[in-house]
């Protein structure tokens, strides 16, 4: 059992079964197995399975694992992109992904909206021809989400773009049609309470087909994790190069205690305890609202600007073994960012809400 409480956006706290999941597959070995075994490839699939399950994946869609979400980034555009992409940026993973691409050498185009602010999808100026559009579902730095709706409604407008998704700091909540989004990819240290080390990319049959026509076009996508190698390995359970199988194996041991506690039980918890720190946060005398539209308010990374720095709040909560997020870069000390993940149970959010109160005569 773990002695603190990590509401730190990632990493984060650990789901709660995996210290036995670590001890089981140290027990049987799972960090020695070759990747190249049939026990690797049942894990391969298993793992899979899981995942599809829980998050609804529709037939036609492979998964394939990379080092980190970071990579997923660079692979997409590297694989599927020759001119432009375009970028939702409001904030600083939103941004990174953007630069991404302009320091691929491609045209980027982008629609930016201030730090706490969300969008309206009709400001976009899409050009006809682009290639990607790449949406960050929830950004981390901000607490700002992107409504699923608005990428349907972008989807609807520009059929002919790929639309990626980025859903590091928020998948399983969000309901997603994966029929209406080409590729999405997350890394599992956020709200699927592993330790780092795992990136996990969802492709489709669009993707797949784009990346080999640029191959047939002789545009270079290689060599590291391309498209066409790793679906070749994973039409077969396995990956191109050695990959970290621990996480892969701890992946499919939550996702599988996930369905066992059921998926709509899950979002339904994140719902109580959001609710419960975002109304906290709003009648708090230290801490206040910092996304004002409550539809781009996130429901797994609670923003709030705070009269106290996480430092300071964090010495405090030391004492109770609870911690809490700093803001993101040059809001570290001006804002507090809690997690809301699975891996955070009701009770805790509840103790955490107390300590905060109380540290409210402080302030
Ligand atoms: C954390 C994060 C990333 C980067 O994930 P890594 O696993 O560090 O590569 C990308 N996008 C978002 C929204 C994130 O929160």
């Not at 990632?10 to 210290?19: C, I």
């Not at 270079?220 to 077969?236: A, Q, S, T, V, Y």
């Not at 960012?337 to 905060?356: G, W, Y």
Request: some cysteine; proline content about 4%.
């Amino acid at each position: 059992m773990s002695s603190k409480t990590f509401f730190t956006p990632g990493p984060s706290q650990l789901y709660p079964t995996v210290s036995q999941h670590i001890q089981q597959a140290l027990e049987d070995d799972i960090a020695s197995i070759s990747h190249r075994s049939q026990l690797f490839k049942d894990i391969y699939k298993e793992t899979t399975d899981a995942l599809k399950e829980l998050i609804g994946l529709p037939e036609g869609y492979h998964i394939f694992f990379t080092g980190s979400a970071t990579e997923i980034w660079e692979r997409i555009l590297r694989n599927t992109v020759t001119s432009s992409s375009f970028h939702f940026v409001n904030g600083s993973f939103s941004k990174r992904f953007y630069e991404y691409s302009v320091m691929s050498g491609l045209s980027a185009g982008k629609l930016e909206a201030p730090f706490s602010h969300g969008f309206d999808i009709n400001e976009a100026q899409i050009t006809a021809g682009t290639e990607l559009i790449c949406v960050t579902q929830n950004e981390t730095s901000s607490g700002v989400q992107f409504p699923v709706e608005d990428i349907y409604s972008l989807r609807a407008a520009h059929p002919d773009a790929l639309i990626a998704v980025d859903v590091v700091s928020s998948l399983p909540q969000p309901v997603i049609d994966y029929n209406q989004v080409d590729t999405a990819l997350f890394s599992v240290q956020k709200c699927f309470g592993l330790p780092a080390g795992l990136g996990v990319w969802l492709v489709n049959e669009r993707m797949i087909n784009k990346a080999n026509s640029l191959v047939q076009q002789g545009v270079n996508i290689g060599p590291h994790h391309d498209i066409p190698e790793l679906l070749k390995r994973e039409l077969d359970n396995q990956t191109p190069s050695t990959p970290n199988i621990l996480s892969i194996y701890l992946l499919g041991k939550v996702c599988q205690d996930m369905l066992k506690k059921g998926v709509d039980v899950i979002r339904q918890e994140t719902m109580t305890k959001f609710e419960m720190i975002n109304d906290f946060v709003k009648q708090s005398d230290i801490f206040d609202i910092s996304v004002e539209n409550p539809a781009h308010r996130s429901e797994t990374v609670i923003v709030a600007n705070s009269k106290l720095s996480a430092g300071a709040i964090n010495e405090k909560l030391a004492a109770h073994q609870m911690a809490i997020g700093a803001g993101y870069g040059k809001y570290k000390s001006s804002q507090v960012r809690i997690a809301n993940f699975p891996a955070h149970s009701v009770e805790a959010t509840e103790k955490l809400i107390e300590l905060l109160k109380y540290q409210e005569s402080y302030a």
